[in-house]
């Protein structure tokens, strides 16, 4: 049995996607701490900077031909294999016009297209992974709803859990770590 225990612990593999347009921002700066103080023990952890695998536009394919997409190949498949290896996603996203910095919603347009992918089986492999987000912002916590809306919705639309979204407060970068109610919060999120 303690054989047993200490495996689930070991298999939890986190991948953060960061997906600020600049590189040590507050978002990833609130990330790492949060990972460095509350992640489970034995987790294993991969970080990805989204510009660094840069994806081409998305095309709706669904209605064209037997609306069947191709392998993806190049960043493509980095980021799909990435992610199917995950069993936890962390989009380390700052809050951009209210919403998803265009290049997390770019990789979750992708999605789309790797459900199309036949015998990939991606919707379901999603299924049962944790969705969770960290995000920096310069305004007020209430105005982050349709961040949060956008990653919990999919979440459940992807039957995947929903482990929340840890807010910071910055502009510039390092600012965040001056939130002491972030920083709070950071310690035990993973853990939550
Ligand atoms: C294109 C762009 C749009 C932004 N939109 C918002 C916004 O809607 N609300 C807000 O509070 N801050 C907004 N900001 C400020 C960032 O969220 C803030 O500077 C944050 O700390 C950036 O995080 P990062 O360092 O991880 O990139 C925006 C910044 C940029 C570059």
């Given at each position: 049995m303690i054989h047993q225990s200490t495996d689930a612990r070991a298999s939890r593999r986190f991948l953060f996607l960061d997906a600020s347009a600049?590189?040590?921002?507050n978002s990833v700066r609130l990330a790492r701490l949060a990972a460095e103080s509350?992640?489970?023990?034995g987790a294993e952890q991969r970080w990805l900077r989204l510009d660094d695998h840069p994806l081409p536009p998305f095309r709706d394919?669904?209605?064209?031909?037997?609306g069947g997409y191709p392998e993806p190949a190049g960043h493509g498949r980095t980021l799909l294999d990435a992610t199917l290896a995950a069993t936890d996603l962390v989009f380390v996203a700052p809050l951009y016009w209210y919403s998803l910095p265009t290049s997390a919603k770019l990789y979750l347009d992708h999605w789309l297209g790797w459900m199309g992918v036949?015998?990939?089986d991606f919707l379901a492999r999603m299924g049962g992974s944790t969705l969770w987000g960290v995000t920096a912002l310069?305004?007020?916590?209430?105005?982050a709803g349709p961040l949060i809306d956008s990653l919990r919705l999919t979440a459940e639309y992807m039957e995947m859990r929903w482990g929340g979204v840890l807010l910071g407060n910055g502009s510039r970068p390092g600012e965040v770590l001056d939130d002491e109610r972030a920083v709070v919060a950071a310690k035990s999120f993973f853990a939550g």
């Open positions: 600049r590189p040590d921002g509350s992640l489970p023990a394919l669904r209605h064209t031909g037997d036949p015998g990939l310069a305004a007020d916590d209430d105005k």
